[in-house]
Nanobody, 126 residues
Framework: QVQLVESGGGLVQAGGSLRLSCAPS????????MGWFRQAPGKEREFVAT????????YYADSVKGRFTISRDAAKNTMYLQMNSLKPEDTAVYYC???????????????????WGQGTQVTVSS
């Protein structure tokens, strides 16, 4: 069964940085659009960032624009989320996602993806 495995979460002080990684278990994911979402306690899962299969197109939620950078390394078959200037409100479980289906669809909603990782906790202390 294909899996997406996140890593890199942890506890950091406000203003600090973390880099999350997402490593698919199958190299076919290099051909899929991928994204990052997050979910704080008691809240719905929300979009953070997305990247095209080529890596040339990226899009961010307004709340993270200018602070987070999404990227992917085809040779390592890994997607990243570099998070800088972290704020306490960034605290959440972060999930990576991929869309293996044909056709265009919105990448800013959970319906835009059919594969999900188990999540990694990010906690930002004030």
């Amino acid at each position: 069964q294909v899996q997406l495995v996140e890593s890199g979460g942890g506890l950091v002080q406000a203003g600090g940085s973390l880099r999350l990684s997402c490593a698919p278990s199958d190299r076919t994911f290099s051909m899929y659009a991928m994204g990052w979402f997050r979910q704080a306690p008691g809240k719905e899962r929300e979009f953070v960032a997305t990247i095209s299969w080529s890596g040339f197109s990226t899009y961010y939620a307004d709340s993270v624009k200018g602070r987070f950078t999404i990227s992917r390394d085809a040779a390592k078959n890994t997607m990243y989320l570099q998070m800088n200037s972290l704020k306490p409100e960034d605290t959440a479980v972060y999930y990576c996602a991929a869309d293996s289906r044909r056709g265009n669809r919105s990448r800013g909603t959970v319906d835009g993806y059919d594969y999900w990782g188990q999540g990694t906790q990010v906690t930002v202390s004030s």
